[in-house]
């Protein structure tokens, strides 16, 4: 039996911890594009973040993340964490104004998952092609 890359990755995701962060700068907040050629919603819109690993903190875990992602460092002490999702599965924390430097998704060690960034406001997002549930998450969070 061949299994794909994206087959296997899938499978060990299954009971791994992940968390996702709201970055709000302002009243935009930053959205990836995800690549055309992931398994998983490609080219659609999406909060940076992604798995947590065996001895790490959600915290840490999801400043990892960031800086794989989008190449901007952040203090785990400003993530705030706001809720579960997904049965307990995915964890969300909000960070208001507090990251330091550029998307640059040429530097991002992971920044081929991703095809673009943009920091998008409110009216936007309804236009936007977003992962499942993420339009009343966001409107939520920039309330």
Known sequence: MVASLSAVKQLLQIGR???????LDGNR??????????????????LPG????????????LVREIKEE??????PNDLH??????????????LKNKHKGKVDLDKAS????????H???KKELPY???????????VEAME
């Open 119 to 121: 920091w998008a406001t």
């Open 128 to 138: 936007m092609e977003l992962v499942p549930d993420l339009l009343k998450t966001l």
């Open 29 to 46: 907040v930053l959205l990836m594009k995800r690549s055309i050629t992931d398994p998983w919603k490609a080219c659609h819109w999406a």
């Open 70 to 75: 989008t190449y901007l460092d952040v203090d």
């Open 110 to 117: 992971h920044g081929w998952e991703h095809e673009e960034h």
């Open 81 to 94: 964490f706001w809720k579960f999702k997904e049965n307990g599965k995915l964890a969300v924390f909000i």
């Open 50 to 61: 992604g798995g947590v690993d065996i001895g790490e903190t959600l915290r840490q875990g």
């Open 17 to 23: 911890r992940h968390a996702v962060v709201i970055i």
